[in-house]
């Protein structure tokens, strides 16, 4: 498999406040990442996709300009969470595909909450 | 779009009988189909996976068929064990690349 690590685990922030999150392969040059969002005790649902170098594409319902997706290199990604608010609040999970969107290896996850 | 669906929602075995989990898909053109464990807390983590051109796979105690004429497609784990209880996810990659989970399985392995 593929070792991802995200960073920071968990965190808290104020509404009204940005965010950033880090997604790191540590063994693997990915050139997609994949940035994940997960409720309590929900499923996983695909936010948007991170390429190296180029623009993320974002799924449907998923604002742009409030999640900010950066791909600068092969071996990192960043989500920014910009003006936070409670229903932010989530655990974000980010993955990389060792062929693509095949054999995706997920990173530990950060679990926001915004007060 | 995709549309994932999983049953049972909760799975409750006694340690050594079998488990196993369903899934549905819409896509026809859905071509990959990975199964995510996760334990509370955790990461998910690929357990095994199929593609279209297969009908079963197997690895160790865990199999996973797919009869792509239905769309659908399960996990089978046998002789499970106490560590096997986790939260399982099924999931279909469509044909425009994007990774759909279905709704998850609580499997409860009872000692």
């Known amino acids: 498999g593929a070792v991802v690590s995200q960073h920071p685990s968990r965190v808290i922030c104020k509404s009204g406040t940005s965010v950033k999150i880090e997604c790191r392969s540590l063994?693997?040059?990915?050139?997609?990442m994949f940035w994940y969002r997960q409720f309590p005790k929900k499923s996983l649902m695909l936010m948007a996709t991170?390429?190296?170098?180029?623009?993320?594409?974002?799924e449907q319902g998923v604002e742009k300009d409030k999640f900010l997706i950066n791909h600068a290199s092969l071996t990192l990604s960043t989500l920014t969470v910009t003006s936070a608010h409670p229903e932010d609040s989530s655990f974000y999970i980010c993955?990389?595909?060792?062929?693509?969107?095949?054999?995706?290896?997920f990173g530990p996850g950060t679990r926001l909450t915004v007060t | 779009g995709e549309n994932v669906e999983q049953h049972p929602s909760t799975l409750s075995v006694q340690e050594g009988d079998s488990a196993v989990i369903k899934c549905t898909y819409s896509?026809?053109?859905?071509?990959?189909f990975p199964w995510y464990k996760q334990e509370l807390g955790k990461r998910p983590q690929l357990i095994i996976d199929?593609?279209?051109?297969?009908g079963e796979k197997k690895d160790q105690r865990i199999a996973v068929t797919l009869n792509k004429t239905a769309k659908h497609f399960s996990l089978h784990i046998t002789e499970t064990q106490p560590e096997d209880s986790a939260v399982y996810f099924c999931a279909a990659l469509t044909g425009a690349n994007n990774l759909f989970f279905g709704t998850g399985t609580r499997l409860t392995v009872i000692p």
């Open positions: 063994d693997f040059q990915a050139t997609t």
């Open positions: 993955s990389i595909g060792l062929a693509g969107p095949y054999e995706q290896y």
């Open positions: 199929i593609r279209s051109n297969v």
């Open positions: 896509d026809s053109a859905s071509n990959y």
């Open positions: 991170s390429n190296e170098g180029s623009k993320a594409t974002y």
